[in-house]
């Protein structure tokens, strides 16, 4: 077999020795195969039979290396994916994340034991099977959800998009990585803004672009406070240029119904992309929310471009889609309606329709005031 002793032999060898010859048959046996390349089915038949006598009288130190060795094989029957993750102790999740291939009940069974570590290197996996996802979704393991949401073969749709979504609220790992997924509509993340990268907040802006959102049962307060949004951005305008944060946030707190935890944020916030949210849904025009961004936002050599995409966004999203994401904030939605086909993007991205990203404003008088307002903040710092 193998080619060398036929397993009579080796049958022999293994009731005339003690252990210690039991163990360095294990390992020979175990090496032979993994040097064999693809094996024939009577060759892995005689070799199960083989190694499942084998193991059980080998001792452990012997059974961990003939798995370790085993594990690096071709192709394993999944007799053998069980004989290694039972023996290959420390060992496994090497094994789990670097097998070509691993069958469904050695996944199963594995996830079974509830082994996180074990549970998570498999979710990283990209030849899962609908029965495998399905028990690692009901799994209430950070680390599995993290992996998860991470893996590019997974298709979230359905119960999956739904148990993404809502670990995002719970997880900002899980929220970035689903944030940096072109196939996960980042208005789901909305809940989960704060925890996000800077970027990736503007891509949940973005994500809202050219989109019916539901009807909020708040939309009457909000459309009585957009009747004085020039008195609103001209009182957050003077305490930013006077750098009274703290007034801003109770400012916030009174107009939004957000907590001043999360108002203290928005104020403090020198992306100014959580402030564009609030100035937008209270109906602030381009013009209008840019003289208060520019006092709001830090005053780096990044910032011309920053206020361009923000004028952008000014143009593409609707007061009403920014309502409705700060009443995501305070959580008074559900945003998996977003789901239905009503609320779904005009535009969808594929393939081959390469994904847009902000373009700079070319609306001449959004341009000037860009311009005027950086050299007061110029004038200002000097």
Known sequence: MLGFQPYETFQLLIETGGVDRTNTLLIAACDAYARRGKPTPPEMEQFE?????????????????????????????PTLEQLVVDNIGEDLIGFLAGAADLSEPTMLDIIARYDVPAAATIAARDDLTNVVLAKLFQ??????????????????RGAYLSALARSAQMDHMVAESLAERSD???????????????DHRVKVIQAFTNRETPKLPSSRTIEQLTVANAELTKALMKLFSENRRPEVTRL??????????????????????????ILRAFGCSAYEGLKVLIHA?????????ALADFATLFGNVTPASMAYLMSAWRGEVNLLELNKPEYKPF????????????????????????????RIGARRAS
Do not use: W
């Open 347 to 374: 535009t969808e991205t594929s393939r081959r329709t390469p994904s847009q990203t902000l373009a700079p404003a070319h609306n001449p008088v959004v341009e000037q005031a860009i311009e005027a307002l950086a």
């Open 49 to 77: 039979a083989l190694a499942s006598r084998l193991f059980p009288i080998a001792g452990p130190q012997a059974r961990a290396k003939g798995a370790a060795i085993l594990g690096r094989a071709e192709m394993l029957s």
């Open 297 to 305: 936002t830090s005053h780096d050599s990044d910032r011309s471009r």
């Open 139 to 156: 799994m209430n393991s950070r680390k599995v959800y993290r992996a998860l949401a991470a893996n590019n073969a997974i298709v979230p």
């Open 184 to 198: 996960f509509d980042a208005a789901l993340l909305a809940p989960a803004f704060f925890d996000l990268s800077d």
């Open 252 to 277: 916030l707190s009174q107009i939004t119904g957000l907590d001043e935890v999360r108002c203290g944020q928005i104020a403090h916030d020198v992306t100014g992309a959580a402030l564009f949210v």
